[in-house]
């Protein structure tokens, strides 16, 4: 690889004040470091050399005010290139250029250029023209710094314009990652729920069932068979006992436990006369009293068997029959009367006129 020093001796050999002319030496690539050394050569000759492209650090060359680099075979010129904000006069004839780097747009200071002979873009070949004569590369240098300035400005658009397409995607990303955040928050908590339900649906069947498990034993309790005694006598067949004892019309084929049988004692009973009187057997009227005898006695005998049908409705679970209520109003409408005496003197009454 061919470089100045080695063709034409040291750099400074070649400065002319402040012009350095290294055309036509055979270069490869451009000694930058030897250049950065001499800040006077304002003025650099890189013409018909072998150039295929300049270094990134070649534009650290800010002192450069005039540069000619044409009759090379450069393909494209560093990104930094912009970065030579004292270039004033930039010759590029006869390379391999296709396009110039966006931050062309900020050599301020450029006054000519020459693009000729390159195959630029259709668009950038329109802008800068033929450049045939010094007024033509003039106004090649100003349209060209004006189109590659509007490129810079449409390529800011459009960086900015994929910077908001980004921030929009970002935002969405996030707003997607919030909602399936906040679904998966609602589901566990409706899943908590849906335990917590099933749970309570749990402990009140287990209650249910225990309160099942302590009502039996009373239930069982309950319909057990029952009967009292009220005194010596047997309430449980109040019903077939009043038919037995003719108040209703039809007669019972069964005996009343309350029935007195013939020729013996009287059964007592709570609330009746003969429980009160004693134990004393009844002795038989006279013969001449006959009639009245068997009145008294059938009479005595109804009075019995209506006396055990009253405490099996007043004693009794039969209290709330309805025929219990009835046999309960007869039996207050009778105290009622027996108070007034009028039953009794009529008895009276009659037994005397026999």
Same mark, same amino acid.
């Given at each position: ?42 003025? &650099? =000759? *890189?013409?018909?050399?072998? !150039?295929?492209? +300049? @270094?990134?650090? #070649?534009?650290? %060359?800010?002192? /450069?005010?005039? $540069? ?21 006069? &930039? =010759? *590029?004839?006869?390379?391999? !250029?296709?396009? +110039? @780097?966006?931050? #062309?747009?900020? %050599?301020?200071? /450029?006054?000519? $250029? ?32 004006q189109h590659m300035k509007a490129v810079q400005v449409d390529q800011e658009r459009e960086r900015q314009r994929r910077l908001e397409i980004d921030r929009e995607a ?185």
């Amino acid at each position: 690889m061919t470089k100045a020093g080695s063709k034409g001796g040291n750099l400074r050999d070649k400065l002319d004040g402040h012009e350095l002319d290294l055309s036509l030496s055979d270069l490869n690539e451009v000694p930058v470091k030897e250049l950065a050394a001499l800040p006077k050569a304002t003025i &650099l =000759d *890189l013409s018909c050399n072998k !150039l295929t492209a +300049l @270094p990134s650090d #070649f534009c650290g %060359l800010t002192h /450069l005010v005039k $540069l000619d680099l044409s009759k090379n075979k450069l393909r494209q010129l560093p990104a930094d290139f912009g970065r030579l904000v004292n270039l004033q006069h &930039l =010759d *590029l004839l006869n390379n391999r !250029l296709v396009t +110039l @780097p966006v931050s #062309f747009a900020q %050599l301020k200071s /450029l006054k000519w $250029l020459d693009l000729k002979d390159n195959p630029l873009d259709p668009v950038l070949a329109k802008v800068a023209g033929d450049c045939l004569d010094e007024k033509q590369c003039k106004q090649c240098a100003n349209k060209v710094l004006q189109h590659m300035k509007a490129v810079q400005v449409d390529q800011e658009r459009e960086r900015q314009r994929r910077l908001e397409i980004d921030r929009e995607a970002e935002k969405k990303w996030e707003a997607k990652q919030r909602a399936k955040e906040a679904q998966e928050r609602e589901l566990r908590k409706r899943e908590k729920a849906e335990e917590k339900e099933r749970r309570r649906k749990e402990y009140d069947a287990l209650k249910a069932a225990k309160r099942e498990q302590e009502k039996k034993p009373k239930k069982e309790t309950n319909q057990a068979p029952s009967s009292r005694c009220a005194g010596s006598v047997v309430v449980a067949h109040g019903p077939s006992c009043s038919a037995a004892c003719g108040i209703f019309p039809d007669q019972g084929s069964n005996p009343c436990p309350l029935h007195w049988q013939a020729d013996s004692q009287p059964l007592r009973h709570q609330g009746s006369p003969e429980s009160k009187s004693g134990s004393r057997a009844r002795k038989p009227p006279p013969r001449k009293h006959t009639r009245s005898w068997a009145v008294l006695r059938l009479l005595l005998l109804l009075l019995l068997c209506v006396a055990g049908g009253l405490v099996a409705c007043r004693v009794t679970e039969l209290q709330q029959q309805p025929l219990c209520t009835s046999v309960n109003a007869l039996y207050d409408s009778a105290l009622r009367g027996l108070r007034s005496h009028d039953i009794l003197r009529w008895v009276l009454q009659t037994d005397s006129q026999q």
